[in-house]
């Protein structure tokens, strides 16, 4: 069966740096997502990885191992507004989406 | 952000009754979606639809059957349903669907209450 797993909670600290990370077991691969979603409103989309290599987007980075079957999303400078839910998608041979079940990441001051 | 809409917001309702959960996009994407999220799981993808033609149907119960009038709206009609359905509901629309690296635009759902 297609799996992705990640860590179920997070907790850090404000102006720190976390790595979230996933793994994941699918039939094929046509990429890899990242979505964040605050509690009561709509995943948004974050980051998106095909080729191996990290992907830079300001404080958000996202790296990628199709090798391994393993991904991370890297935050810096945490802040609270980053108190959030990170889902960790993958794109497998049908072109649908497989998601984990998300990691909480709690940010304290 | 109003990209894609969703109405109602909230919603109980009994084993009986039927209702229907609307969504529209406003980004002019061919590809909309279904999905249902229910507490400390992952989404679990119901329907998919592609200019309109329904794509993926991935065995979920008949009392939920959705329709796709056209590109911008996409209903999902609810009846007889059990308390094991009360989840999140939520709608997404990407540019297509069929090729990777399309990320997927989400409304802010409907949180239903089967009683």
């Known amino acids: 069966g297609q799996n992705i797993d990640q860590p179920t909670e997070m907790t850090a600290t404000e102006g720190a740096i976390v790595q979230i990370n996933c793994t994941y077991q699918?039939?094929?691969?046509?990429?890899l997502f990242w979505y964040q979603q605050h509690a009561g409103e709509a995943p948004t989309f974050l980051s998106y990885?095909?080729l191996d290599g990290l992907e830079e987007k300001g404080r958000f980075s996202s790296f990628l191992s199709r090798s391994k079957g393993y991904s991370y999303l890297l935050l810096k400078e945490l802040q609270m507004k980053d108190s959030a839910s990170y889902l960790c998608?993958?794109?497998?041979?049908?072109?649908?989406?497989?998601w984990g079940a998300g990691t909480k990441l709690i940010i304290k001051p | 952000e109003t990209g894609v809409t969703q109405t109602p917001r909230h919603l109980v309702m009994g084993m009986t009754n039927k209702k229907s959960l609307k969504c529209e996009q406003h980004?002019?994407?061919?590809?909309m979606y279904w999905y249902k999220q229910s507490a400390k799981k992952p989404l679990e993808l119901m329907f998919v639809?592609?200019?309109?033609?329904?794509?993926e149907n991935n065995s979920v119960p008949s009392r939920f059957s959705p329709e796709c009038p056209n590109s911008s709206h996409l209903f999902l009609h609810l009846h007889t349903l059990q308390p094991e359905d009360s989840a999140l509901y939520l709608c997404?629309?990407?540019?297509?669907?069929?090729?990777?690296?399309?990320?997927?635009?989400f409304g802010p759902g409907t949180r239903l209450t089967v009683t």
């Open positions: 639809y592609s200019l309109e033609e329904r794509v």
């Open positions: 990885n095909v």
């Open positions: 998608a993958v794109m497998d041979s049908n072109y649908q989406l497989i």
């Open positions: 997404a629309s990407s540019q297509g669907w069929g090729t990777s690296g399309y990320e997927q635009y």
């Open positions: 699918t039939s094929g691969f046509n990429g």
């Open positions: 980004l002019g994407h061919n590809a």
